[in-house]
């Protein structure tokens, strides 16, 4: 099974690839990472009859869910781009003559970071029913709760900055209102928060090595994909409105603002 979402997701990319090739607007490689992972959790669950049912529609029906909402939303904001993302403008740049080997290497990692975080799902799918205890529908409870909130709180952020970005009159300003009021990423912490339901369903079954998704996930949100590269081109564009916006925000878990 991993080794032929491998493959599916090696083809996702490649066609990808060959698209970004052509209209030289690499942020497709977002999207179809999270198309990738939602394909890779709903073929597992519907393939792999190892694990509970309880637990195969859970994972299929609210992973899926969350990374199809995401995927939609990367789309959106990708069709309304009028230029390539900065952070693959510069790569495009730094690759220079080597730019279309350097992607295709670049998106062919990608396919390996969706193995990487869809394992998660792949591990517990993989679980034998005979390894889940009686208290694996309170554990299919919890994590629904915490899936439920992080998309509710996610979905909200995406969308009150998308309506924010649309006003022409909020160019050079930044959202200080709604969930942003709260945290200058809100987007982000709720994303990390997902990934806490795989590890509360895994004590269900005696897994505890998923633990380390949360913090994989804050490494990179916190210090590689994520707030850096934000925070970076945030001052860039906004100056000292958003030296003053980080002055009073948190900067990853939402908290009152300072006056």
Not at 123 to 135: A, G, H, R, T
Request: charged share 15%; proline share 5%; net charge positive.
């Amino acid at each position: 099974m991993l080794l032929n979402l491998l493959v599916l997701n090696v083809f996702i990319m490649f066609c990808s690839w060959l698209l970004v090739t052509y209209n030289q607007r690499a942020g497709l490689v977002d999207v179809a990472w999270s198309f990738s992972i939602a394909l890779n959790v709903i073929i597992a669950a519907w393939v792999m009859e190892t694990a509970p049912l309880l637990v195969r529609v859970f994972l299929g029906v609210f992973s899926g869910i969350w990374f199809l909402r995401l995927t939609w939303h990367l789309l959106r904001r990708y069709a309304n781009e009028t230029k390539e993302d900065t952070r693959y403008a510069n790569m495009r740049r730094a690759m220079g003559s080597y730019q279309h080997l350097g992607f295709l290497a670049f998106f062919m990692f990608q396919a390996g970071l969706v193995v990487l975080f869809s394992y998660p799902m792949l591990e517990l799918l993989s679980i034998p029913v005979q390894q889940w205890n009686d208290w694996t529908p309170y554990a299919v409870l919890i994590a629904g709760l915490i899936m439920l909130l992080a998309l509710i709180g996610e979905s909200t952020a995406d969308q009150q900055l998308y309506r924010f970005k649309l006003d022409p009159q909020n160019r050079g300003r930044t959202l200080d209102r709604g969930l942003w009021k709260y945290s200058r990423h809100p987007n982000y912490f709720f994303e990390w928060l997902h990934w806490f339901a795989y590890p509360v369903l895994g004590l269900a079954a005696g897994v505890y090595g998923l633990w380390l998704y949360p913090l994989l996930m804050w490494l990179f949100l916190y210090y590689i994909t994520g707030i850096p590269f934000s925070e970076q081109q945030a001052l860039a564009h906004r100056g000292d409105n958003y030296k003053d916006y980080q002055r009073r925000t948190s900067m990853f878990i939402p908290w009152p603002p300072k006056e």
